[in-house]
DNA sequence: TAATGATTTAAACAAATGATTAAAAAAAAT
DNA sequence: ATTTTTTTTAATCATTTGTTTAAATCATTA
């Protein structure tokens, strides 16, 4: 790839890299997260991003190459945050819930297309690497978290619970509204800002909720 | 449509209708709530209902017919059932609640990936028929639940809330745990019976946490 | 300025895919 | 038994779609 040296020199001299590669990525990424691979069309992509159709290929490859980048890039936010979190210890449950809560729905405000996104990737993952890899950090982190809940079990201080319902509990409540905002704003007659707010009210009460879900 | 003069005689004669164009449904419907529209190939659907390719569009005359009637279908039965039990006026917001929860989660055990078609509906459903019109029925009898809650918030029983949070969380419980059911077998080790059991249990609980979120 | 390399384009190719056709086989009606 | 209708098939068509090629333009450097 002959053209990185170029790239290199431009991002040495700090020009704002605002390049066409650039372009195709958030065009495609776009398409993509909002309607899945198959039926995004490689001469969508180029219209969207106002360049030629070769040259997606010419940057990358092919169009799988390029999905395969973008979901890589999405997921690796994603499952970043949630291991990093899960994972600390100088955190007890109740804050790592919180934080969770305000850390994603800040996330997804921001990028509303990844919640649907991430979800049909989890789903239709059979062998796929997000799932995969007994020992990598999320599995890790997970324990923390899930070993935290069964502490406060087994210290009485919640309910007995299985602690896959509270981690499809935290999710659901922080990911869910986001997959039917279509549906909320048309039947509930809610507009883009009062949707926002909601969100940002959850940030608030998602943690409130699950408490009282927990505690007896 | 000649056909149906000898698919009614079947009918009258009562045979077992296992017809050809059950078949196609049937495949299709698999492979559709699976995989999508685009990325189901109609060499696909005919492959699997073991037919000719010609016959799928002899019975539908196209794919996009196909997908239309199977997706008409999966709709009905999920709106009829929200609509049927919102609406009554003789069943309080917790009673509702708890009826809700053991239907859909009956049903969604049963089949399996018509939660994720039915999000995937509603999140790509812009000027879509399931969103729209303004004075059918699942709208009314929403607006009979949102009132019941309404009024348990005027009476002081409950906390005030935004009734679209209660309807976030309501479904949201119930339907999240379905998508993300990969993510948790493989994470949380968790296997198949295991996981009908803890959506057994959900049919419980979810009425129960929604009660202690809601109380004060 | 000339030359070299990077970027972009228009055009074309090949495979995949949705749909059709014409004819054969099976079933039903007469 | 014969005719008619329904069902099924193999082969083919036409379009879409991912990818490639060869050439043109632009930018950089010697």
Redesign the pocket.
């Known amino acids: 790839m ?6 290199l ?2 991002k040495l001299n700090n020009e704002k890299d605002y ?3 650039q372009k195709i990525k958030e065009a495609a990424r776009t398409l993509f997260t909002q309607k899945g691979f ?1 039926e ?5 992509i180029a219209e969207k991003s ?10 990358f ?4 190459k390029l999905y395969d980048i973008i979901m890589e890039e999405n997921m690796a936010s994603f499952k970043q945050g949630i291991s990093d979190l899960f994972g600390r210890t100088d955190l007890d449950a109740y804050q790592k819930i919180e934080r969770l809560a305000n850390y994603y729905i800040d996330e997804f405000i921001a990028h509303r297309d990844l919640p649907m996104f991430i979800v049909s990737t989890i789903y239709s993952s059979t062998e796929m690497d997000f799932v995969n890899n007994e020992q990598d950090m999320i599995s890790k982190s997970r324990k923390v978290f899930v070993n935290q809940i069964k502490d406060l079990i087994a210290q009485k201080k919640i309910k007995p619970i299985h602690p896959a319902h509270v981690i499809s509990n935290l999710i659901g409540l922080i990911i869910f509204p986001f997959m039917i905002g279509p549906l909320l704003k048309k039947r509930a007659q809610i507009n883009e800002k009062e949707f926002v707010e909601l969100m940002m009210e959850r940030r608030q009460l998602i943690p409130v909720w699950i408490k009282s879900m927990l505690e007896k």
């Open positions: 002959q053209f990185q040296n170029n790239k020199a431009r390049s066409t590669e198959a995004t069309k490689t001469r969508e106002g360049i030629n159709l070769a040259l997606m290929n010419y940057y490859r092919s169009k799988q």
